[in-house]
């Protein structure tokens, strides 16, 4: 089993960076993935990280440390379309089954 | 990246019927998975569909209340079966890229009345 845990709620300005937190605990461990996910549409892939370090892809990028089970996303330049549900989900390996599960979420809000 | 279709993409069902909810994907997966995403709430993983085999459930998640259909490696079905209120929510499928992400369909707003 696995426990995710990010914050529920972060609010930011226009220009500034957010980080958002993510601590989780399973076994079988096979990769830790970020999605956005703006209100009633369906979530959409924003990063992937299998190895410990840093991964940058334009203004976002994600950070893992295994040892910790602990990763973050990084927003930088933060636009008004980036006010989202940002979801932490882990992937375990589970006999020859992958597993995808999912934090509750965190609300970004960017204000002007 | 997979292109995704889900139909209906939203119905309003009466108490104790069933409703089929459809997958179609642009290419070949062998991996198919089915969530749940109540309002407010996350994703939950109800199961995973492999072409061939037998669907895997989650804990809580039963196949009589879930039937999964997964006849080819670009469709799946998931039935939501003697509705009630309770199961109002957004049902989305899912499958794995060529890469290791994971990609969504548009999802099936579900009300129950």
């Known amino acids: 089993g696995q426990n995710i845990d990010q914050p529920t709620e972060m609010t930011a300005t226009e220009g500034a960076i957010v980080q958002i937190n993510c601590t989780y605990q399973?076994?079988?461990?096979?990769?830790l993935f970020w999605y956005q996910q703006h209100a009633g549409e369906a979530p959409t892939f924003l990063s992937y990280?299998?190895?410990?370090g840093l991964e940058e892809k334009g203004r976002f990028s994600s950070f893992l440390s295994r040892s910790k089970g602990y990763s973050y996303l990084l927003l930088k330049e933060l636009q008004m379309k980036d006010s989202a549900s940002y979801l932490c989900?882990?992937?375990?390996?589970?006999?020859?089954?992958?597993?995808?599960?999912f934090g509750a979420g965190t609300t970004v809000t960017v204000r002007a | 990246s997979a292109v995704i279709s889900q139909k209906p993409s939203r119905d309003i069902c009466q108490r104790g019927t069933s409703l089929t909810i459809q997958c179609q994907v642009d290419?070949?997966?062998?991996?198919m998975f089915w969530y749940r995403q109540q309002p407010g709430q996350s994703l939950t993983l109800i199961a995973t569909?492999?072409?061939?085999?037998?669907?895997?459930?989650e804990s809580g998640f039963v196949i009589d209340k879930f039937p999964i259909s997964r006849p080819n490696l670009t469709f799946s079905t998931l039935t939501v079966s003697n509705m009630s209120p309770e199961d109002s929510s957004i049902y989305l499928c899912?499958?794995?890229?060529?890469?290791?992400?994971?990609?969504f369909g548009p999802g099936t707003r579900l009300t129950v009345t």
């Open positions: 899912s499958v794995e890229g060529s890469g290791d992400e994971q990609y």
């Open positions: 399973t076994s079988g461990f096979n990769g």
């Open positions: 990280n299998v190895l410990d």
């Open positions: 989900a882990v992937r375990e390996l589970n006999s020859n089954d992958y597993k995808l599960s």
């Open positions: 290419s070949q997966v062998t991996m």
């Open positions: 569909a492999n072409q061939g085999s037998e669907a895997t459930y």
